[in-house]
């Protein structure tokens, strides 16, 4: 026997017809359709919008607004103004761990970060993993030198 499309047909039991409702008694679901006997769940209609909670305050309206979004990846620095770097001596190639051994520093959880607030009069090679344009200008202006790690 060929397969033809018009021979073609949905497997025994696997589909069922659907329910007529409100067609009387015999029918099984007559007058009522079962949605029960008064309420606003037997309305037509009846489905609520999303979030309704009966007119009580919905959870949307009563939790506060987001200020703003959190920023994704966010990158965090431990910050240290170029200024600070005046106690350390002339030619010294500076890092986290010296500012943590001179003290400058204590307790450092994330990559240094040279902030350009002050004035700096020691030639110094300083390595960190980011420099703002002011601080890298006014150390290179003393004739240091910046170096980026990651």
Request: proline fraction near 5%; glycine fraction near 12%; aromatic fraction near 4%.
């Amino acid at each position: 026997m060929t397969i033809k499309l018009e021979s073609l047909q949905s497997n025994k039991g696997s589909r069922r017809k659907k329910m007529r409702k409100g067609r009387g008694i015999a029918a099984g679901q007559g007058a009522s359709c079962g949605f029960g006997m008064r309420g606003q769940k037997s309305r037509s209609g009846r489905p609520t919008r999303p979030g309704f909670e009966g007119g009580q305050m919905p959870l949307y309206r009563r939790v506060p607004k987001l200020k703003h979004f959190p920023i994704v990846n966010q990158k965090n620095f431990t910050v240290l103004n170029v200024s600070r770097l005046n106690a350390l001596k002339d030619g010294t190639i500076v890092n986290l761990d010296l500012l943590v051994k001179e003290g400058i520093l204590t307790k450092p959880k994330n990559p240094l970060k040279i902030l350009g607030n002050g004035n700096l009069e020691v030639k110094l090679t300083v390595q960190a993993a980011a420099f703002t344009a002011s601080a890298k200008k006014k150390i290179e202006e003393v004739g240091g030198s910046c170096e980026l790690y990651n």
